[in-house]
């Protein structure tokens, strides 16, 4: 074990990224970083990590912010109830512990939005306490290196490998463990093409011994994916465009689009016309349809959302439509809200 403890360890110092957050950790950046690297990669929440303790230094700063300034930071990152949890967490941390993170893996667990991993990234990285970090990176490491052919993402495979990365945990130097068998999964032990002929662990790795690497690890099939269709009404007027904002508990909860008709498969813009909903929203007024965008596909973890965007333009306001979540935004107003990656895309197109 010490052998495998100190080999990983000499890799990390020889191997391991220049990241802000491994400077001098402390539980806001760890706490942070972790929650903005979670389905990110890196090069591309690296900015967003560096902009958010630019504009918010410490957890009482973030959680003196509004939720929609928090949106608005986090847009583009996706999986937007990260950045909801990551604010209430904020709130928790302050009224709860006087803007400190307990030192304590299980009163970590207790703040929103923080489960094993980051509790443990937390409690090890900026703490020192012994507690094992999985993450993906460490699911495939642990798989090819004991040839483990459990699915890593049943209730059997997540318990099994959490056992054995706790038992392969150097209590000595928990925090330091922790990102280096990470950071060799992401570096070196990679999804493909990873470096087995220059691997340190070559001689104790039985998926290469038995060259099974390539199957290792093993993940049951994903949940099916669905298809929405979205006809999105931009609707402008001297001006401004309508905006809605998104209360429900759907997608984008508390993030900007479009009003928008939803239906079952794609409709012609004739079809969407000629639907009680337009004909409800528009009042009877007269209107004008400039432009209709080509079908954009925005791809979610479990649906795909195929959209177009229907360019409709009013000489007068609607009358019934004001309220708190349908409502007249200037157009040179809209950088200001929060919005999905998606009305980002047609915007910028």
């Known amino acids: 074990m010490d052998i495998l403890h100190d080999t990983l360890i000499n890799w990390y110092a020889e191997n391991r990224r220049d990241l802000p957050w491994r400077q001098q950790p402390?539980?806001?950046?760890v706490w942070l970083s972790e929650v903005i690297l979670q389905q990110t990669r890196v090069n591309q929440g690296m900015d967003y990590y560096l902009r958010f303790v630019e504009r918010w230094p410490t957890v009482t700063d973030l959680a003196q912010a509004s939720?929609?300034?928090?949106?608005?930071?986090?847009?583009?990152?996706?999986?937007?109830?990260?950045?909801?949890?990551?604010?209430?967490?904020?709130?928790?941390?302050?009224?709860?512990?006087?803007?400190?993170?307990?030192a304590d893996f299980e009163k970590l667990k207790q703040l929103k939005g923080i489960g094993n991993y980051t509790a443990a990234a937390i409690a090890s990285i900026a703490f020192d306490l012994p507690h094992a970090v999985v993450d993906g990176n460490v699911y495939r490491v642990l798989a090819r290196l004991y040839d483990i052919d459990t699915p890593i993402n049943n209730n059997e495979g997540q318990t099994l490998f959490a056992h054995l990365a706790d038992e392969l945990l150097n209590r000595e130097q928990p925090g330091l463990h922790n990102q280096a068998m990470m950071e060799f999964g992401?570096?070196?032990?990679?999804?493909?093409?990873?470096?087995?002929?220059?691997?340190?662990?070559?001689?104790?790795?039985?998926?290469?011994?038995?060259?099974?690497?390539?199957?290792?690890?093993?993940?049951?099939a994903k949940t099916k994916v669905t298809t929405r269709y979205f006809n999105y009404l931009v609707i402008s007027v001297k001006g401004s465009i309508?905006?809605?904002?998104?209360?429900?508990?759907?997608?984008?909860?508390?993030?900007?689009?479009?009003?928008?008709?939803?239906?079952?498969?794609?409709?012609?813009?004739?079809?969407?016309?000629?639907?009680?909903q337009f004909q409800r929203l528009i009042e009877g007024k007269p209107f004008a349809i400039t432009k209709v965008s080509p079908v954009f596909t925005h791809k979610l973890t479990h649906r795909t959302i195929l959209a177009q965007f229907i360019e409709i333009k009013l000489?007068?306001?609607?009358l019934h439509i004001q309220t708190k979540d349908l409502f007249l935004a200037r157009e040179s107003d809209?950088?200001?809200?929060?919005?999905p990656r998606l009305i980002d895309l047609y915007l910028n197109t």
């Open 334 to 339: 809209l950088g200001n809200y929060p919005i």
């Open 26 to 29: 402390t539980p806001y950046q």
């Open 242 to 276: 309508y905006l809605h904002k998104r209360n429900d508990n759907d997608i984008w909860k508390n993030l900007y689009d479009f009003p928008c008709i939803e239906s079952d498969a794609a409709m012609t813009v004739d079809e969407v016309v000629a639907t009680e």
């Open 186 to 220: 992401a570096l070196h032990c990679t999804p493909k093409n990873p470096n087995c002929m220059l691997c340190p662990f070559q001689a104790q790795c039985l998926a290469f011994e038995h060259q099974t690497v390539m199957q290792r690890p093993v993940k049951l």
């Open 315 to 318: 000489d007068e306001e609607l």
């Open 67 to 102: 939720e929609e300034e928090v949106l608005k930071m986090w847009q583009g990152l996706g999986y937007y109830s990260r950045a909801r949890n990551l604010h209430h967490c904020a709130q928790q941390v302050v009224k709860d512990y006087g803007g400190e993170f307990p």
